[in-house]
């Protein structure tokens, strides 16, 4: 049966988590191990996503990514990653400041595969819509 | 001047005012991989199955619908222009299931497989939204089959009665008047209380614009939606097509009424949704078809129903068509959809070629629970008509090799001459059931058999007229629906009276 990447970087994280350095050696030695007889070397790219994936998560860590139409100070940036913390239960917010201007005013907030557009183009382009119907 | 300048002013205020810009979460994706109207798009998390996906690609938004959910990818085909996504678009959730809209306002109308209008008459208003796909009724909801369909196709309406509620196919090959058989049907529900929803799956446009055209002339297209994925459609739309006309038709269902609908046809929707499958990367089987080729068929015919009178008593008719290569009933998808419906008629290429139009194979159509539907006049007069037409076939074959035959084979190959004559009907000229009655009631009672076999035709359209003229018999079948004693006399006075007046009876 062929394992999917994602059972790779799961077993891994169960492996290693709460072991001392010795036992962290020896479980990546047999990781390794395992990867070459099953020859799924050549998907280590699959594999090494999907186990970053999985340890921000065992970790309570989050990337999210906020885009701002002007400079983004740091109070926003923390305010901004306690409401994160308290939506999605994550520990520790890695945030990503981006200016656009493209945006013209609001923010856009991106985390995992969702959005929140507060932008002030999407406004517009809303508003637009709606007086179009 | 000024006020009317003043008031759009304040309106236009107002509505921005009352506009409230929310920003809501969504979740998105990536478009990984788009090609021939499939897409493989990243992310989207909690996508659904069957949910519209927006495709935001160059500016615009095109739909489309997830198929395959996947650990890691979702796999979904693309409704509408496909060589605009690119790879890498942004791809949005909606949190919809595919949904159509409904209502009586697509009566008359000509849509595409969205609901969207195709005749150019404007926009559709629609009463509500139904999801393409939905459970068919259960059992408790259900009840049998009894009222009528009356094609106005003698050959049918004798042999193969079809009831409110019933699916039967029309299977036969290329060229052989499948389509006709199915058009002339929905000409002949005009003031029989019944909606028409025609589906034309990956047809010609030419061709349905002749149908669209022939439906208006025979003032059918007041009780009819057709809806169309034409053959330059993506198989995506040919695909939803039969699912959004059952849609529409529930809508009716759900009031009460009584739906005809015609899927014209599931051989191509089978190619099409072949195609789709292959490309999302499912494992073919039989003749490269999906595993799941039956459930696709099978979901969609269990929709017609007859619901019973605590459910609002409507009903869905369906005629599916199904063309063959080479008269060959044994393939795939024919015998999967056979043994789906209630019953089939099974249209013969050598029937046709000698002329027989329709060319119904009384031997090889059936109808599983049509009969428990016919009128009780019809079903006296054509109870035994299929096991007759398709006896005289077998006889006629046999009868070519000796010449003398006793009397009785004699007469019975003379009465089956004139009934195949009878059968013959040309195209756009469905029979109400009162004069097939009468006609049929001349041939079982030896009315017809001292007329000439080639003037059987001729005959029967004399009597038709005599009959209007003198129409005491018709209105009689018509109300009493019935051969009561003295619906019998009125008939035997119209046939006799009709034959005296005729010179080329053989004496």
């Known amino acids: 049966m062929k394992i999917s990447a994602r059972q790779y970087a799961e077993s891994l994280v169960r492996a290693i988590s709460e072991s001392s350095e010795a036992e962290l050696k020896m479980a990546l030695d047999n990781f390794a191990k395992i990867m070459l007889e099953n020859r799924d070397l050549n998907r280590w790219d699959e594999i090494s996503a999907a186990f970053s994936k999985i340890w921000d998560q065992a970790q309570g860590e989050l990337a999210a990514e906020f885009t701002g139409a002007r400079a983004i100070s740091d109070q926003t940036k923390t305010e901004v990653a306690e409401y994160l913390k308290a939506k999605t239960g994550a520990k520790k917010i890695v945030l990503t400041a981006k200016k656009d201007v493209d945006i013209l005013g609001g923010f856009v907030l991106r985390y995992e595969d969702k959005v929140i557009d507060a932008s002030l183009k999407r406004s517009l382009g809303d508003l637009k819509n709606e007086m179009n119907k | ?507």
Not at chain 2, 70 to 86: D, N, P, Q, Y
Not at chain 2, 202 to 224: D, H, R, W
Not at chain 2, 305 to 311: H, T
Not at chain 2, 470 to 489: G, M, P, R, S, W
């Open chain 2, 1 to 507: 001047m000024s006020t009317t300048k003043d008031f759009i002013i304040a309106q236009l205020k107002d509505r921005i005012a009352g506009y409230q810009a929310e920003a809501k979460e969504q979740t998105v994706g990536r478009v990984l991989k788009v090609s021939d109207g499939i897409a493989l798009v990243s992310g989207l998390s909690d996508a659904m199955m069957s949910e519209i996906l927006l495709f935001k690609s160059g500016g615009r938004e095109i739909v489309g619908v997830a198929l395959n959910l996947e650990e890691s990818l979702v796999g979904a085909i693309i409704l509408g222009e496909f060589t605009a996504i690119k790879e890498g678009d942004e791809v949005v959730c909606t949190k919809r299931i595919l949904e159509v809209p409904v209502g009586p306002n697509l009566v008359g109308r000509v849509v595409d497989p969205l609901g969207a209008p195709l005749d150019g008459k404007g926009k559709i208003e629609a009463a509500k939204f139904y999801p393409v796909e939905k459970i068919a009724p259960g059992v408790i909801t259900r009840a049998s089959v009894k009222e009528p369909v009356q094609t106005g196709i003698k050959a049918i309406d004798a042999m193969i009665p079809i009831g409110r509620g019933q699916r039967e196919l029309i299977i036969g090959d290329r060229q052989i008047g499948k389509t006709a058989i199915a058009i002339d049907t929905i000409i002949n529900q005009k003031g029989q209380n019944m909606k028409c929803i025609y589906v034309a799956i990956g047809q010609k446009e030419s061709k349905i614009a002749n149908i669209v055209a022939k439906l208006e002339e025979a003032g059918a297209m007041e009780y009819t939606t057709i809806v169309l994925a034409g053959a330059s459609n993506s198989a995506s739309l040919l695909y939803i097509a039969p699912y959004t006309g059952c849609a529409m038709a529930e809508y009716f269902l759900d009031q009460g009424e009584d739906v005809l609908i015609i899927y014209d046809d599931l051989s191509k929707h089978a190619v099409a949704y072949r195609e789709i499958s292959l490309l999302l990367r499912r494992p073919p089987g039989r003749e490269a078809y999906p595993g799941d080729v039956f459930y696709l068929h099978s979901r969609l015919l269990e929709r017609a129903c007859k619901l019973n009178a605590d459910f609002g008593g409507g009903s869905i008719t369906a005629l599916p068509i199904i063309e063959t290569q080479a008269g060959d009933v044994s393939a795939y998808i024919p015998t999967n959809v056979i043994s789906i419906t209630d019953g089939q008629i099974y249209l013969e290429p050598d029937l046709f070629y000698q002329g027989q139009r329709p060319a119904v194979n009384a031997g090889l159509s059936v109808s599983r629970v049509g009969s428990s539907a016919q009128i009780k006049a019809m079903k006296k007069v054509a109870g035994k008509m299929r096991l007759e037409a398709a006896q005289y076939r077998e006889l006629a074959a046999f009868a070519q090799f000796g010449s003398d035959l006793d009397e009785d084979t004699r007469k019975k190959l003379e009465r089956g001459k004139r009934l195949y004559e009878i059968f013959k009907q040309d195209q756009y000229l469905p029979v109400p059931v009162a004069k097939q009655v009468l006609i049929y009631y001349s041939l079982i009672n030896g009315y017809i058999d001292d007329v000439p076999v080639e003037k059987t035709h001729e005959f029967e359209e004399g009597l038709m007229k005599y009959a209007d003229l003198n129409n005491q018999a018709l209105i009689l079948i018509e109300t009493k629906k019935e051969l009561t004693e003295e619906v019998e006399v009125e008939i035997k006075k119209v046939v006799e009276d009709y034959k005296a007046t005729l010179d080329y009876l053989i004496k």
